[in-house]
């Protein structure tokens, strides 16, 4: 009987919660009991979630026909290329019908060379690729808007406030399935440190999240978009009930970014940060525990020019605080070039507040470790511009230190990456993307003095 009790308290909170959400009264029971529902919300965001099918044309090679060896002694003739046309499938979002723009995961659609959409109505449309962010797994593809109803658009909710045990629901294409609706709560929130992504602020939900969810939606009981779905930990191969999302608000920003330019254009602050401790504060002589130490500031850089130091401890960058280390990562990610954005900090016990400017030309550095533990030592950046055609984008490597895991592998300063295992790495985005193509030993082409080199990482 106490268990029965349990489950009608939880009932009648659902019931409660269901309600705003709705604006409809729950059904009936036979004996006048009141039944809670979520499908009239689901009715009204279900047409905004879509299934994904992507189309790949894969070269087919046998290892033995490229062993010069084998070759020589059974006299082979060339290998002709061959292909095998492959099939994935996985969700998005609908974010504006107007236009015709949908969110997803870009590893959904990576490498894909055709691109089809079915809607929740079971029409199927061809959809182009926008522009994709391997850094945060996001990518915006593009239909037909006039197949669209006005009402087909998800709306976005402010994720940043959600809060531990929000309920949620996540809708997607789980194995191909089709479209299907599970519920949860949220778990945790600012999640990072998974190796997922370059840049990490996941919400964790234990609704089911299984392979085919990916870029699929993550609503709250108003069937606002709060996060776009994106990995699970699985380690039977299934779920157990842990999933994570990207936030609404990250993914918004990257959309518009990639809508704006076809890239994201991160802007470089210029800092250095680690997350503030007991030993730190201890030094620094502040009490509070929130926080990140500046513990380097480049020269020229936009915070330079706003006069932080080394020894500042930032709290807050823009409208969020920041509590860690990742917050910051967290917040960095959604800074572009043209942004100005207020940072408040503590300098000798006192709170003071700047505005820093990003200018054009401060695009985003990245360690290279962020990218392949093989890279540890080197500092890269979008490069643009350049008297070559072939290297008019790419990835530049301001540096690289001496002794590193990158020096040892061949990489200098100066290097322009402009591809990686033979995917063209335009960008910090592409170049993520190329080296998953190969992960244990990526082979790298670079332009150094005039000249194309090909270097593997080992």
Do not use: C
Request: charged share 20%; aromatic share 6%.
């Amino acid at each position: 009987m106490a268990m029965k009790r349990q489950s009608w308290v939880w009932v009648g909170v659902l019931m409660m919660l269901t309600i705003p959400a709705t604006g409809q009264l729950p059904a009936m029971l036979g004996d006048g009991e009141p039944m809670p529902s979520l499908a009239p919300m689901m009715e009204r965001v279900t047409p905004a979630v879509v299934n994904i099918a992507t189309f790949t044309n894969v070269e087919v090679r046998n290892p033995l026909f490229d062993d010069p060896f084998f070759r020589r002694f059974f006299d082979l003739p060339s290998q002709e290329q061959r292909y095998r046309r492959t099939r994935s499938a996985g969700s998005g979002v609908i974010v504006d019908a107007a236009k015709g723009y949908i969110l997803t995961n870009d590893h959904v659609v990576s490498r894909a060379d055709e691109i089809t959409v079915t809607l929740a109505d079971g029409r199927t449309l061809e959809a182009t690729l926008v522009g994709a962010d391997a850094q945060v797994d996001l990518a915006v593809l593009k239909i037909d808007a006039d197949e669209l109803a006005a009402e087909a658009a998800a709306r976005f909710a402010d994720s940043a406030s959600l809060r531990v045990g929000d309920f949620v629901v996540a809708i997607g294409n789980p194995f191909g399935l089709g479209q299907t609706v599970t519920s949860g709560i949220v778990s945790a929130i600012g999640r990072s440190g998974l190796g997922v992504e370059g840049y990490e602020d996941f919400i964790q939900t234990d609704a089911s999240i299984n392979p085919g969810n990916s870029g699929g939606a993550l609503v709250n009981l108003r069937g606002e978009l709060v996060g776009i779905n994106t990995a699970i930990i699985a380690p039977a191969g299934g779920n157990v009930g842990i999933g994570f999302a990207i936030p609404a608000n990250m993914a918004r920003a990257i959309m518009a970014e990639l809508i704006a330019h076809g890239e994201v254009r991160r802007g470089h602050l210029g800092l250095q940060i680690q997350g503030l401790n007991v030993e730190l504060a201890q030094a620094f002589g502040i009490d509070q525990r929130d926080g990140v130490v500046v513990t380097g500031v480049d020269v020229d850089s936009p915070a330079a020019a706003a006069g932080l130091e080394l020894g500042d401890v930032l709290v807050r960058l823009g409208e969020r605080p920041l509590r860690n280390a990742t917050d910051f990562r967290a917040r960095a990610a959604v800074i572009m070039v043209g942004d100005s954005v207020e940072i408040e900090y503590v300098r000798d016990g006192r709170r003071k507040v700047v505005r820093v400017d990003v200018p054009e030309d401060q695009f985003e550095k990245v360690a290279g470790q962020r990218l392949h533990p093989l890279l540890s030592g080197a500092l890269l950046q979008n490069h643009r511009g350049g008297t070559e055609r072939e290297v008019a984008a790419g990835v530049a490597l301001l540096e690289v230190t001496e002794g590193s895991r990158a020096w040892r592998n061949g990489l200098r300063a100066g290097d322009i990456v402009v591809s990686a295992n033979q995917r063209t790495s335009r960008n910090l985005s592409d170049l993520t993307q190329g080296i998953k193509l190969s992960p244990r030993s990526p082979v790298l082409r670079i332009w150094r003095e005039g000249q194309f080199y090909q270097v593997r990482l080992r």
